[in-house]
């Protein structure tokens, strides 16, 4: 059922991507480089000092370019010293194909968005990139400004204000509104290009000619593994295969799953008790909390706590060093893809750790999951995976890293 209805989705989606021949652009246009000057822009903080690029990092696959050795370092600090988020920065590559949010009328399931809840919806700007490069500017565990008006004033008295004015008109910045929104559809034209978006990993050339440039034999099992719905399934939610006019995989179909991931006990927001006077009880409540704050979708809430996006397969695990610890999960939960792919595996064949001596997770149990409602359980638990299974699958998602080279 989950599956066909993904494939559905996915069918539907691939209508809005770009063939494969339009990435053949390496070089940025104007409007490109004035969003790419602005994600960089450190000046647009409180205090100065963060950007985008702070928590989105190319080395790492434009996520968290912090190591994650400690899970506390998971979420990563504001502008405001001692300041942090409550969840992982997602990555910014790819997430500019995700569709307007909207719902599903048939499945009750909402596709698209940004933001791990979902929030940054597309409905004002038709984009919804656009709206998730809004967000971090005034959220004040992040970029921290006061409101639109005060990134505007920083953008247009500053370097960029002339590129500014040249793509969206001379008096773009009179009105804060249409400034802030100009400021936000050119960073998105920045995370829309070839620069974020290479589609340059060794499955793509596999992709594009098979013979001349084959997976190894443990990747090509991996590959077989991980389409098979009696075996990893993981393409059931990781769509890997091209569209009809040779589109790229996208290796999401932008929906949302409570997959029973366990609560990072060193996440900071526990502490952060000024902006958390939940504390320790603090729960993430996904999509269906921002749910909850939409007046036509509220009585729907309740069936969409704990779930997150599904994020793209894609440079899961590019790193800059092989010492380099990238954590996973919304929450940085999980500090490997090897671990990951064994909770997939394993989650539902081992006891909760907390109702058990001596717990190692992921070797004797797993952490009970953060939000035990609406579990995806038709999708993953008992895969019935061994473990050469497992490194093929891992061996596998290796190949989606981008910036391979042909040897």
């Given at each position: ?15 809005g ?13 104007a ?5 790419k ?5 450190t ?5 100065p ?9 190319q ?5 968290s370019?912090q ?9 990563q600090?504001?502008?405001v ?5 409550k ?24 596709v ?10 597309g409905?004002?700007?038709g ?12 959220n ?18 500053g ?14 910045c ?15 034209a920045?995370?829309s ?14 992709l ?14 991996g ?16 769509p ?47 999509l ?10 509220a009585?729907?809430a309740?069936?969409?706590?704990g ?21 996973f ?19 539902d ?12 997770p ?10 035990r ?29 981008d ?5």
């Open positions: 059922m989950l599956a066909s209805r993904r494939l559905a989705l996915l069918a539907t989606l691939m209508l991507l770009p063939s494969s021949s339009l990435f053949a652009q390496t070089e940025l246009n409007l490109e480089q004035l969003g000057q602005l994600f960089f822009d000046q647009l903080s409180q205090p000092g963060q950007a985008c690029a702070s928590c989105h990092s080395v790492t696959g434009w996520t370019p190591t994650g050795a400690d899970p506390s370092a998971a979420v600090e504001g502008a010293a001692g300041r942090f988020g969840r992982r920065p997602p990555m910014a590559a790819y997430a500019s194909f995700s569709p307007v949010l909207y719902l599903d009328p048939e499945e009750d399931h909402f698209g968005g940004n933001f791990w809840d979902g929030r940054a919806t409905w004002l700007l984009h919804a990139t656009a709206e998730q490069a809004q967000g971090p500017f005034l004040p565990v992040e970029q921290n400004l006061p409101d639109p008006a005060a990134v505007v004033s920083r953008v247009c008295s370097k960029n204000g002339d590129g500014l004015r040249t793509w969206f008109g001379e008096t773009v009179d009105n804060p509104v249409d400034g802030y929104n100009a400021i936000a559809r050119a960073i998105a920045y995370e290009s070839p620069e974020m978006n290479a589609f340059s990993s060794k499955y793509d050339f596999y594009r000619d098979p013979k001349q440039y084959p997976l190894s034999e443990q990747e090509a099992w590959l077989e593994l991980y389409a098979r719905e009696d075996k990893g399934n993981c393409a059931a939610c990781h890997h295969e091209t569209g009809p006019n040779g589109e790229p995989p996208l290796f999401t179909d932008f929906t949302y799953d409570n997959l029973g991931v366990g609560r990072n006990p060193e996440n900071p927001w526990y502490q952060a008790t000024d902006r958390n006077p939940n504390g320790e009880q603090w729960l993430d409540p996904g269906g909390g921002f749910l909850q704050t939409v007046p036509r979708f009585d729907r309740a069936d969409h706590l779930k997150f996006k599904v994020p793209s397969l894609r440079n899961t695990d590019l790193r800059p060093a092989d010492a380099f610890v990238k954590r999960m919304h929450n940085g939960a999980q500090a490997s893809i090897e671990e990951v792919v064994h909770f997939y595996n394993t989650r064949l081992k006891p909760i750790c907390e109702e058990i001596d001596e717990p190692q992921g070797a004797n149990c797993w952490p009970a999951p953060e939000m409602a609406n579990l995806n359980t038709e999708e993953l638990g008992d895969l019935g995976l061994n473990a050469e299974e497992e490194a093929a699958i891992v061996a596998f998602l290796r190949t989606l890293n910036g391979w080279t042909p040897p």
